[in-house]
């Protein structure tokens, strides 16, 4: 037989986590059950022009009522581990009132589910559907959200905590902060630079605040935050095209990453946001509550950034405060459907430098993955060829991360299922599995065979 060298293929760890994720609103639809109230992507959704053609998750892949046959889908993959989301506003209505035992009784069930088909269960708390009365007195603007934020992850933690297996607090809070309440194509829609940068701070209090949490209600719990890492490099080697990518790559890395890891902001981000912010909305001892010790660092991972200096201000309103001096380029290479290029080299760039700058710290890629416009052939088959090379090419550059040192412990695809891609609705299919919205039908595309094979052999060809 040959050997793994002969055949190129890379091996991984026997107990490195394969999964995919998902995330409630995206995929649960039964907006209004068992005592659910709307959270801000209800209210969004509603609005004229917010979302593709009116789109909503009022539906979406139905995966509240199909939630069994999903799991038994990931079983037949193979998964170790599956990363969901749970709805605020399902466990506790409003965000104030106590937990609703109907909303965690389905989390409480599909944990066991879970278990029951050999999948590690890894649940997040916040993916982005915050209690619209929250949002009502201020959202992520208001210093009072995280505090709320907390008691939920109490009550979350006190019924699954005995059986959740890795925690995230939040997903990706620069989405939340700067598209949501930044640029404003994400609920809440807001556009202010400044209430971005608020809702930056509030979000990593409250992931602090919950940490806590956790940990009050399961001492040995795995506390983890997924945080959208990139690569940002500059167009040229000059001197003001690198300011630009130090610029951009405090605003989308450290931002987040340096508070929770160091417990102080970046002082260049300060400086850069002067303008919009005064920061005096930071008291004293919230660093120290943001920097509670990580179990494991969660990032996620889609293409690179590419950044110059702006000969004149930028107009094109931008997600990143403060930042009209900045120009944003195409990175070279074949793309995406979401027009994101490819780019696996950025995946071991970020991979090395978190393990470069925090040796010891554990890492999960909490999403990697690509939407391409997948054809249903007259076979009933999913040909996603370019889904298959995307993962594995991402695959091998976390393979060689782990090669130079970087603790990698797992590795989650977005997404599961096709889903409601927020603002551009259904049209962009990220799955594993195909979901046919009209009759809810689920298909393993190819890309879920080739993963499948993947995990288990341990190994990706090359
Ligand atoms: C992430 N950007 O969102 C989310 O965690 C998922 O819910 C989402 O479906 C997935 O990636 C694909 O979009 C992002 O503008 C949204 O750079 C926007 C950006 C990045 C990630």
């Not at 209505?93 to 109907?102: L, V």
């Not at 269960?121 to 934020?149: I, N, V």
């Not at 990453?257 to 400086?271: H, N, R």
Request: charged share 20%; proline share 7%; with cysteine.
């Amino acid at each position: 037989a040959p050997t793994a060298a002969q055949t190129g293929e890379l091996r991984f760890p026997p107990d490195f986590w394969w999964g995919a994720a998902t995330a409630a609103y995206q995929i649960e639809g039964a907006v209004a059950e068992d005592g659910r109230t709307p959270s801000i992507w209800d209210t969004f959704c509603a609005e004229p022009g917010r979302v593709v053609d009116g789109q909503t998750g009022a539906v979406a892949a139905d995966h509240y009522h199909r939630y069994r046959d999903d799991v038994a889908l990931m079983r037949e993959i193979g998964l170790s581990a599956y990363r969901f989301s749970v709805s605020w506003p399902r466990v506790q209505p409003g965000g104030r009132s106590g937990a609703n035992p109907a909303g965690l009784a389905f989390y409480d069930r599909l944990v066991d589910e879970l278990l029951g088909a050999g999948i590690k269960p890894a649940a997040t708390l916040y993916h982005w559907d915050l209690p619209q009365e929250l949002e009502d007195r201020g959202g992520w603007t208001a210093r009072d959200t995280a505090l709320r934020f907390a008691d939920y992850a109490a009550a979350v933690a006190d019924r699954l905590g005995d059986r959740v297996k890795l925690w995230c607090t939040l997903n990706e809070p620069w989405c939340t902060a700067f598209l949501g309440y930044g640029l404003g194509v994400h609920a809440p829609g807001r556009t202010s630079p400044g209430d971005g940068l608020l809702a930056t701070h509030h979000l990593l209090l409250a992931h602090g605040l919950a940490a806590q949490a956790l940990r009050a209600a399961v001492p040995s719990a795995q506390v983890s935050i997924a945080l959208n890492q990139g690569a940002v490099r500059p167009l040229t080697d000059s001197p003001a095209d690198r300011d630009a990518a130090r610029r951009i790559d405090g605003l989308l890395n450290r931002i987040f990453l340096d508070p929770i890891m160091t417990g102080a902001y970046p002082a260049d981000v300060m400086a850069d946001t002067a303008p919009v912010c005064d920061w005096s909305h930071v008291r004293d001892g919230d660093l120290a509550v943001i920097a509670a010790p990580l179990d494991a660092l969660g990032v996620n991972y889609y293409a690179p950034d590419l950044v110059s200096a702006a000969p004149s201000p930028v107009e094109e309103p931008s997600p990143y405060p403060a930042s009209q001096g900045v120009a944003f380029h195409q990175t070279p290479g074949p793309r995406t459907e979401m027009g994101w290029t490819v780019d696996p080299t950025g995946l071991r760039e970020v991979l090395l430098r978190l393990h470069a700058t925090y040796p010891e710290l554990p890492l999960y890629v909490t999403e990697n993955g690509a939407a391409y416009d997948d054809a249903v052939d007259a076979d009933g088959r999913v040909r996603d060829g370019d889904r298959i090379a995307y993962l594995r090419d991402h695959m091998a550059a976390a393979h060689e991360a782990m090669r130079a040192g970087a603790d990698l412990r797992g590795y989650f695809v977005w997404s599961l299922l096709d889903n409601f891609e927020w603002a551009l609705g259904y049209g962009k299919r990220f799955g594993l599995i195909r979901v046919d919205y009209d009759t809810q039908r689920r298909t393993l595309k190819d890309s879920a065979l080739w993963y499948r094979d993947v995990i288990r052999s341990g190994g990706v060809a090359v």
